[in-house]
């Protein structure tokens, strides 16, 4: 049986035995409701209620009562009022599903409490409690999220200590979670990029993160999405896992990372393949950043790549190294900016009969590269450029005239470049 009173606003009160003699209630909605306190009637409901949601109810605080709530499997707190979860939550061993996403007031959780909650397969916590402790009498730490063997799902956002990234965890489970999503530190994603899968790993270290724990390693090898934001100390992504291949990764977002020289850095350790699967690259404000790859060549690195985007990584001297470009079959979108030593946005000298990197290409923007001499060597037949839409040029000089060779792009946008003739042009 269910009963929901959910969306009642003016519902401040419930009768303290409003619940007495619901033998048989198995689902209880009183979400989006303006009441204080749940009446101490619900206990009666300890052998039946399965499903408790309290989504939204802001002005809920004391929830001690449903410790009592022995049979209870589904508890929804998401955007509740409470700032501490009672001890008494600890009894309920039998839940499988915990959500405390946006409880933004929620400061405290005893410790012991969530590695009591043995049963549960999934736990979210989105934008909600991160004081995370390593020994505290106070406070849960995080070995107890990875002491639970069952878990499935789990949703950790802004875990503040970056410390916990060099701590190893033994018994940590997490190489069986199926979905995940989390973050050290409050990372955003470059150039308002759309989470798209159900793995995401997101990082921001300081000194004290290295060398990063096994946990680290499974997590940045098993997940689909990850960025790397203010990550202090970090000279290569391969850091993260140096005998890994991060072979899931779909998209990788770099941004304001300060000691970067290389994304991949193989010159030590040399798996079979890096970065397999990846299609999509950012990388933002990377001062430091020398090159793309370090190290000898790997065959199906970076095969995948569909968007590659790069904007201020001031001493980069090439995109990529020229023995990477004819294995990207699948490139549609490439843009850089703000990159001051590139001469030439394509290394090769030509493009050999047979190659694949730019016969999906659909966009092209380059804007203030200085030191740009070419967009590439050697003559590049109409046909091959036969899917480019945008050509965004700004700021740079145009010295192969490239703007002139392509009459059949859908827009073209050249600014403060020698006298051309454009087709078909849309700006500038």
Sequence with gaps: MTLSLANNKLLIEI??????GMKRLATLDLRNTGIYSLPKSLSSLHNCLRSLYLDKCIRLQD?????NLKALEILNLKGTGISRLPEEISELTNLTILNLSYTKNLKCIPPNMISSLSS???LHMSESFSQWQYDSKYLASLVEVASLTNLTSLHLDCINNAKWLSTEISRCGWEKLAKFYIKFGDCNVPFGYLLKYKRYVSLRTTSDSFPVAEWVKVLMERTFESCLEKCEGLNSVSELNLKGRFYNLKYLGIQYCGEMEYVVNVEEQVPGTVFPNLENLELVLLPKLKAIWNGPVLKRSFENLKVKHIMGCY???SILPCWLWTRLKDLEEIHVEYCLVIKEVYESDGFEE?????LNLKSIKLDYLPSVTSIWKGAVPLIRLQNLKI????????????CTKIPTIGGVYCRQMPPIQKTNSKGG
């Design 15 to 20: 009768p303290d035995g409003f619940f007495e």
């Design 63 to 67: 929830i001690s009562v449903i410790g």
């Design 120 to 122: 549960l397969e999934e």
């Design 315 to 317: 001493e980069l001297v």
């Design 354 to 358: 047979g190659s694949a990197s730019i």
């Design 391 to 402: 050509l965004h040029v700004k700021e740079m000089v145009d010295e192969g005239g490239i």
